[in-house]
């Protein structure tokens, strides 16, 4: 194990300074006593750490730049390029070595100037929503433009007839749930997090689901951000489409749309399909709209970007 002394040198490969610690974990390392195990690595990528905490919560660590409640977003101290795999494996074990430093493996992350995320939502507006019914075909076109080779609205034989049947599942308050799979659980993110919290200052009926179900029909990993989707515990990049629709900012909202779809291979696009679905829901009942029912049948007319 690294000496503590070597948290100050800059020449150490393995030393990450960290920039933003999401408020959840922020609470969670302050409030453990130094050499406490925090939790363990559950999964690791060349630039992303998944940890299971000892509260069953989940910490990210990630070199990315958007900040989330879940994250600490760091960066090597010395110039050289890291890759955790070769410095983390399953299983590695979180602690916190004092109150400036986090251990992982190899890793040592100086937490000592670390500035903490929360999240911060505009003031919701009703009459926005309008905006967002008269350029709803634009909003739908930017989903197709979007689209990659098996997510929900250009499905491969993994996903072909989801869309609909998520769709009808998650309408209906009485049903058992939706099935899971990973476009899937995207998808139901997004419309989880948008329906609810537009539905928290409209007077509708917030979406439930059942959480031994997710628990037990989907990684733990993708139950949890289900979890956090539904309790609007999400990163920059969601926050701010959401507050598109508050501030009545449909041109922001596509932008953004745009932006995700980048993420993962389908988990980008499949979150903003399940998004916009929430918000032709949500309009179709305020407004008596038909916007929803373009989901399904709309053919794709573009090739996907």
Request: glycine share 6%; hydrophobic share 35%.
């Given at each position: 194990?690294?000496?503590?002394g ?41 630039s ?16 990315g ?15 050289t ?16 070595q004092d ?23 505009e ?183």
């Amino acid at each position: 194990m690294a000496q503590i002394g070597s948290k100050f040198d800059k020449k150490n490969d393995h030393l990450l300074v960290c920039h933003w610690l999401g408020y959840r974990c922020s609470k969670q390392t302050s409030l453990a006593a130094a050499t406490e195990y925090l939790g363990k690595v559950i999964s690791v990528f060349d630039s992303t750490i998944n940890i299971k905490t000892t509260s069953n919560e989940l910490f990210v660590v990630t070199l990315g730049k958007i900040r989330s409640p879940i994250s600490l977003n760091v960066f090597p101290a010395s110039n050289t390029s890291i890759g955790f795999r070769r410095l983390v494996s399953y299983g590695s074990i979180l602690r916190k070595q004092d109150n400036e430093t986090l251990l992982i493996g190899k890793l040592i992350i100086d937490i000592k100037k670390s500035k903490v995320f929360k999240n911060n939502f505009e003031k919701p507006c009703f009459g926005y929503l309008k905006r967002f019914v008269h350029v709803s075909n634009n909003i739908f076109d930017t989903l197709l433009r979007t689209t990659r080779r098996g997510c929900l609205l250009d499905p491969d034989f993994t996903t072909e007839g989801m869309l609909l049947k998520t769709l009808m599942q998650l309408q209906d308050s009485t049903s058992r749930g939706p099935g899971y799979t990973p476009s899937g659980d995207d998808f139901i993110c997004g419309y989880c997090v948008l329906f609810n919290n537009v539905a928290s200052f409209l007077d509708i009926e917030k979406i439930t689901l059942p959480h031994k179900k997710i628990v037990n029909n989907t990684t733990w990993i993708s139950s949890k951000f289900i979890q956090y989707y539904k309790r609007c515990i999400v990163d920059e990049q969601i926050q701010e489409m959401l507050n598109s629709i508050y501030i009545g900012d449909p041109e922001k909202y596509m932008s953004l749309l745009h932006q995700i779809s980048y993420r993962g291979h389908t988990s980008g696009a499949d979150i903003g399909i399940g998004m916009t679905a929430a918000l032709y829901t949500i309009a179709d009942r305020k407004f008596h709209t038909h916007l929803l029912s373009m989901f399904p049948y709309k053919k794709i007319s573009e090739e996907p970007l």
